[in-house]
Structure formats: structure tokens, C-alpha cells
């Protein structure tokens, strides 16, 4: 080596320090155990299992439930009716190196190929409407090509939610009262409440196999978030405005010929007034939540 590279300040070691931009990135850094969540009917883990084990990234360990308290950095919920594609757990990765103060990573669920049909939503990023209607914020049956971006949300799907292991311990798991189609808008809901950050993004996408739950469960579970999530002062006003919204709703669809959903709206309707597990299983969960006004308006 000569003196002029020397006096120049060089480093003639700096070929060890280059980054390659164009390299994979290395998720070794994160330890995912993936939970193969068991959904009642036909076992269909086995589907699941193998996307899993196909994955671009390799994940720590593989389990078959998930206790609030389990210990883990990360954990990445799969029901068992969905199958993640193989870039799906890098893409949520990739979304925490470039927001690490993401806690919940929710991917975007997509339809099972049909031939010519390309790739359809089925769910994302989910809301609630006042009279606690699930909303997603892209409508089921879109075609994506791309145009959806990453956004913060109050809740995402269930299927292939990324959240990181403190989050999920202190938030104390799922609520197992709650339908699968709700279990995520409501971990996401509470993450927000309590000041953690939940991220929708579309980059990752996992296919959902399952079949639509309840129409009477869901409707009951969305008047239980909704009335849960109103100040305990005002609890009984909501609840008296859900209950006359739902009965005008019910008394709409037969005025409609269509009894079959008013059916549905009377029987949720019943199942919230009467589930007394339900409707505390949303408030429980809140009251242990220390919730500051500032996290109280962002939500």
C-alpha cells in the first residue's frame, strides 16, 4: 500500500463495510413462532403448515395455540383456513424495518385463485360504523394491481397478523369470545386505545380459505365492540341507539322481502342483550387498559 492512500484517509478495509442494496434482507434478527390457529370443522393445518415451511423467511418455531402470556418477540397468527404466500411474512418484516414502532402488521387476505379471475381482496384494513357494522377500507371482491398503499388502521384480519410478542402480553392475547372475522378489528382497536401502532399492509397477502362465520355472531359482536367502546357514562344511551337502529334495520330488510336478513339482525341483536360473557369479555379487556385521552382521540 502506498503512502499517498494512506495520507488520503482511505479505508482499505471499506470493501468489508459496503452494503449491497440489491441483497435479500436479513430477517434473521426477528424471532417469528408462526401459531397455526385450529378453527372448528375439518382439520386443515396441514395446508397451512406447508405454506409456512415455504415461507422466504424461516420462522423460530411453529405452534398450535397461543397463550395471552406466551413468551416470543414475535408471533404470526395464522387461522388455519388460511395459506400465506411465500413472500407474506417478509413482506410484514420488511413493513417493521421501515416503521419500527409498528406493534400489529396486518396483511391483505385474497380470494382462492380462480382461473382468469387474478387476485381478488377479500379483506384489509378494517373499521366500524356507529351501528357496529364491520367495514373493510377496500371493498371484498376488488381486483388489486397494486393500488392499495400501507395505512394505519383501527384493526386488521386475523389471517397473517403480525404483532410483536410485549404487544401482544400486554394487550392479553385475543378475545375467544369474539367470531374470527372480529378478533383482529378488535386486538387492533385495543393496540391503538393503549398507544401501540397498527399497520395495514397490502405487500403481503395471504390466502383465506374459511367460510363466512355467523352473519347473527358477527352482527352481535360488532354491537359489543361498539357499545365496549363507549365511555361508561354514555354505555346506555349507545346501547338504547343500537337496539333501535338494529330493529329499524330489521324492520327495513322485511319491508324489503328479504326476511332472512332481518332474521340475522333480530337474532345478533338477541345475542348481544343476552350474552352477558360477550359484552364483559370487550369491557374487561378495555378497563385493564391504561388509556390516555391523547390515545383515546387518535383512535
Known amino acids: ?22 441483497a435479500p434482507a436479513d ?37 398450535d395455540d397461543l397463550a395471552p402470556d406466551a413468551d416470543g418477540d414475535w408471533f404470526w397468527l395464522l387461522p388455519d383456513e388460511t395459506e400465506p404466500a411465500p413472500g407474506a411474512l417478509a413482506a410484514l418484516l420488511e413493513r417493521v424495518r421501515r416503521d419500527p414502532s409498528a406493534a400489529v402488521v396486518g396483511a391483505l387476505l385474497i380470494e382462492p ?49 403480525l404483532v410483536r410478542g410485549d404487544a401482544w402480553r400486554f394487550l392479553g392475547g385475543l378475545n375467544p369470545e369474539l367470531p374470527r372475522s372480529h378478533q ?36 352481535a359482536a360488532g354491537l359489543a365492540l361498539v357499545a365496549g367502546n ?24 322485511l319491508l324489503g322481502k328479504d326476511p332472512e336478513r332481518a332474521s340475522e339482525e333480530v337474532r345478533g341483536l338477541g345475542r348481544w342483550l343476552g350474552g352477558r360473557s360477550l359484552r364483559h369479555s370487550v369491557t374487561d379487556r ?4 391504561p388509556i390516555t385521552p391523547a390515545a383515546r382521540q387518535a383512535t
Request: net charge negative.
Open 1 to 22: 500500500m502506498s503512502e499517498g492512500s494512506v495520507e488520503s484517509g482511505e479505508d482499505p478495509w471499506a470493501w468489508l463495510h459496503t452494503i449491497d442494496h440489491e
Open 27 to 63: 430477517y434473521s434478527a426477528f424471532h417469528v413462532v408462526a401459531a397455526i390457529l385450529p378453527v372448528a370443522g375439518e382439520p386443515s393445518a396441514a395446508r397451512c403448515r406447508a405454506a409456512v415451511e415455504a415461507s422466504d423467511v424461516v420462522v423460530e418455531d411453529v405452534v
Open 113 to 161: 385463485r380462480r382461473r382468469g379471475a387474478g387476485t381478488l381482496v377479500r379483506d384489509w384494513a378494517q373499521t366500524i360504523s356507529g351501528s357496529g357494522r364491520l367495514r373493510p377500507l377496500t371493498e371484498p371482491g376488488e381486483l388489486y394491481q397494486g393500488q392499495l398503499g400501507a395505512v394505519p388502521a383501527l384493526g386488521v384480519p386475523l389471517g397473517g397478523l
Open 184 to 219: 383482529g378489528l378488535d386486538l387492533g382497536w385495543r393496540a391503538n386505545l393503549a398507544g401501540y401502532r397498527v399497520l395495514a399492509d397490502p405487500e403481503a397477502h395471504v390466502v383465506d380459505h374459511s367460510r363466512a362465520d355467523d352473519p347473527a355472531d358477527e352482527r
Open 230 to 253: 363507549t365511555r361508561a357514562a354514555r354505555r346506555w344511551l349507545t346501547s338504547a341507539r343500537l337496539v333501535v337502529v338494529t330493529l329499524l334495520t330489521a324492520l327495513g330488510y
Open 286 to 289: 378495555l378497563a385493564a387498559l
